[in-house]
């Protein structure tokens, strides 16, 4: 990490990076480095709400019975990170506090996790870390947290460190515990440093992370802030959230402080945190295996290198969203498609910028995504070309996110002016090529809002008497490698495998 003219230089992966650092911004830091009040005496409230969810399996050694009955140390959900430096308060009484960094809400994540235990059925614990040396492992400590209110400054081997954590399934949350915009922006920029390839978005209200253990889309600011909703932005690796930056403060309220000496704080109150909190480390229990799972490398057969003849091959537009919500489940369902059907499929999937790449090789290309996207001229000109040598487009909403669903629809209606999408009937051969589908298994989100929960339902354009656009508004793709997606709107895994197999071998074949 170097620093030139004003500027932090990055260089990461061998790109370098340039994250703005001006002076007038350093100049006012320190007046948030002040102490932030001492926990209450009271009891913590706590929450409570509707789905639960099993314990991550963390390693726990049980006791001998020769052995005196002592407890045993809870396993480590989240790492405190240590960062920056100390110093010592004066206050105006003449009292001092020793302060740091790292460390401004000493109880922070202890009493999230205090609040949690009655809620998930099991004890957690929480560790200081170090980044020096870091090679910390997902599964035996799922979460990462840093807690600050002035800019943190991380070199190129920390932020590969986070990067490869992340990556294997790991979550780090950053909270700017009092709302400081040095610290958020700082963890921001760095992010998106770390993460070029994914960037840093706003997580949607109708986000899983929002309704884990209880809904938690209505809050409070105490101060300074006169708005009743959360913000909360992060990195999807996949369709999982890698990393939640908190804009505002969370800390402060899972341990129940006030911010007196911060005249310009921005935090949740002690409920809107505890909800946020709650719902942060059930998401990183419930998705654990679908981090590690999506962290995967895609296989496929040496044959599938090959430049296919007269094979249906998984065609995935490439836009500027989050565009690569399931990395490994394509291949799952063609695997499955080859071996119970007489269909010739690649295992191959192959990733395409329409109006960059010609399109021209393939009859059948796939989209999906997790938030908002837009097709710049060329590619709008480059999809109408390929409906019109009668190719299909199969579009599935990952997560059933509604940003993703506007998104889809607003962009069709620039492709394929006049027309709109339409429910396809139940008696349309799409539910009848493969497997003969009567009935379709959705998951608990999608059961509470759906009129007719177990009727299949897909919508479509027809061109020319086909099918040519099927659209399905609840994640088919999230099934056909058989996890789990705790409160997201979903289609179940064998369903999913009916679904997709039907759709593939359509268009093969019409």
């Known amino acids: 990490m170097r620093y030139v003219d004003g500027m932090m230089r990055i260089f990461f992966g061998g790109v370098c990076c340039l994250l703005i650092v001006g002076a007038p911004l350093l100049a006012d830091e320190n007046e948030w480095f002040v102490p ?8 913590p409230k706590r929450v409570n709400a509707g789905e639960s969810f099993p314990p991550l399996p963390l390693p726990a050694t049980p006791l001998r019975r020769s052995e005196n009955k002592r407890q045993p ?12 430096e100390s110093g010592t308060f004066t206050f105006s009484t003449g009292e001092t506090a020793r302060i740091s960094d790292w460390n401004l809400c000493p ?47 991380l070199d190129e081997k920390q932020l590969v460190a986070l990067r ?18 040095y610290f958020h922006d700082s963890a921001a920029a760095l992010m998106r440093a770390a993460f070029p390839e994914s960037g840093v978005r706003t997580i949607p209200l109708d986000h899983p992370l929002y309704h884990m253990v209880t809904d938690a889309t209505k809050v409070r600011y105490p101060k300074n802030l006169d708005a009743d909703l959360p913000f909360l932005e992060g990195v999807y690796v996949g369709s999982r959230i890698g990393v939640v930056i908190s804009k505002f403060g969370l800390g402060c309220g899972w341990d129940g402080r006030e911010v007196p000496l911060l005249p310009k704080a921005v935090y949740y109150d002690v409920s809107s945190a ?40 998984f065609a995935q537009i490439q836009h500027e969203g989050a565009w690569n919500a399931h990395p490994n489940n394509a291949s799952c369902l063609l695997q499955r498609l080859r071996q119970s059907s007489a269909l010739r499929v690649n295992l191959k999937r192959v990733n395409v910028k329409p109006g960059k790449d010609d399109l021209s090789p393939f009859t059948f290309l796939y989209l999906t995504g997790l ?44 492709i394929l002016p006049g027309v709109k999408l339409q429910p396809a009937p139940l008696n349309h051969p799409i539910f009848r090529t493969v497997f003969n589908i009567g009935e379709v298994q ?7 809002s759906k009129g007719a929960p177990n009727a299949p339902y897909l919508e479509g354009i027809s061109l020319k008497n086909d099918l040519r656009v099927i659209y399905s508004p609840y994640d088919i793709e999230a099934g056909w490698n058989a996890l789990e997606y705790p409160m997201a709107r979903t289609v179940m895994p064998d369903s999913a495998v009916q679904l997709g197999s039907n759709i593939l071998a359509y268009a093969l074949t019409h």
């Not at 998930?120 to 980044?131: F, K």
């Not at 999506?294 to 091959?313: C, I, N, Q």
Request: net charge neutral.
């Open 36 to 43: 932030l009040g001492r926990p209450p005496a009271a009891p």
């Open 73 to 84: 140390s809870p396993p480590k959900l989240i790492g405190k990170v240590v960062w920056g």
């Open 107 to 153: 109880a922070d994540a202890k009493q999230l996790l205090r609040k949690a235990e009655g809620r998930l059925g099991v004890s957690y614990g929480v560790d200081e870390v170090t980044l020096a040396g870091f090679e910390g492992d997902p599964e035996k400590m799922p979460i990462l947290f840093f807690s600050g209110t002035r800019t943190l400054k």
């Open 164 to 181: 490869g954590y992340v990556l294997r399934g790991g979550m780090v949350i950053f909270d700017s515990v009092a709302g400081s915009p």
């Open 274 to 313: 505890e909800k946020i909190g709650l719902n942060l480390v059930s998401y990183a229990i419930g998705y654990a295996r679908v981090g590690r799972e999506e962290a995967k490398p895609e296989v496929f057969g040496a044959a599938d290198e090959k430049k296919p003849t007269d094979e249906l091959v």
């Open 371 to 414: 938030d908002d996207f837009q097709f710049d001229g060329a590619a709008v000109a480059a999809l109408r070309k390929f409906f019109d040598g009668g190719g299909t487009l199969f579009i599935n909403n990952a997560l059933g996110l509604k940003t993703f669903d506007q998104a889809a629809r607003r962009e069709l209606a620039k």
């Open 442 to 448: 959705y998951s608990p989100a999608v059961m509470t």
